[in-house]
């Protein structure tokens, strides 16, 4: 069977773990020696290795093009790509890295942290969530999903990081109804089943996490 190395919190092995759920892909998720390496790493059946983000999206996208992340529409592709940039730099940067990298322990993270969480971090992660979230449930609203009627890698990238997010009951979903929708829909689906059964040994997640109606 194919191994996905990956780090339980991180939003990047999140991401790769719903691509490959999209995908059908079934795979056996291994934890590192070592959470600092450099991960994701895919081992396809016949051996082949591959490492980190951008690297496993144009294998599977390439590889397994029968069910593709990516709409054929110019647009709507620009749109994808825009919004996944945006949610693996600025949102990782302001949001999740603020919050998920701070609380969660390291060894599921990746982080360098080795200290206890630092609050004043913690609160501007959640100040800057708070000011992205109802963009993004305009967009869901307006489109279906993010970028358009269908699921794509900016639903993904984005459900990668809200989930890791939601694990310690950051979300203030009361404030945010459409975007509610929009991730209760995203949570239904079957690649998202792994990530809901995730368990980190003494951080458990909030009572809400698995629920699909919340």
Not at 74 to 96: G, V, Y
Request: proline residues 9%.
């Amino acid at each position: 069977m194919r191994r996905l190395i990956h780090l339980v919190l991180s939003p990047t092995s999140r991401l790769v773990r719903l691509m490959l759920g999209e995908k059908r892909i079934a795979i056996d998720p291994v934890h590192p020696e070592d959470p600092l390496a450099h991960l994701p790493v895919l081992r396809e059946l016949d051996g082949t290795v591959v490492t980190g983000l951008w690297a496993i999206i144009d294998h599977l996208e390439n590889e397994h093009p029968e069910r593709p992340l990516l709409p054929d529409d110019p647009l709507q592709r620009a749109e994808a790509l825009r919004l996944f940039d945006w949610t693996m730099n600025n949102f990782h940067e302001e949001a999740t890295k603020r919050i998920v990298f701070e609380k969660g322990a390291q060894a599921q993270t990746g982080s360098l942290i080795r200290r206890p969480p630092n609050m004043e971090t913690v609160r501007n992660g959640r100040a800057a969530l708070k000011a992205a979230l109802p963009p993004l449930g305009a967009l869901a609203e307006r489109n279906g999903f993010l970028a358009c009627r269908d699921v794509t890698l900016a639903d993904l990238s984005l459900a990668a990081h809200i989930s890791a997010l939601d694990y310690f009951g950051e979300v203030p979903w009361a404030e945010n109804l459409a975007l509610t929708e929009w991730y209760t829909r995203m949570k239904s689906r079957p690649s998202f089943r792994p990530l809901l059964a995730d368990r980190v040994p003494g951080q458990p997640p909030v009572s809400h996490y698995a629920e699909l109606d919340f």
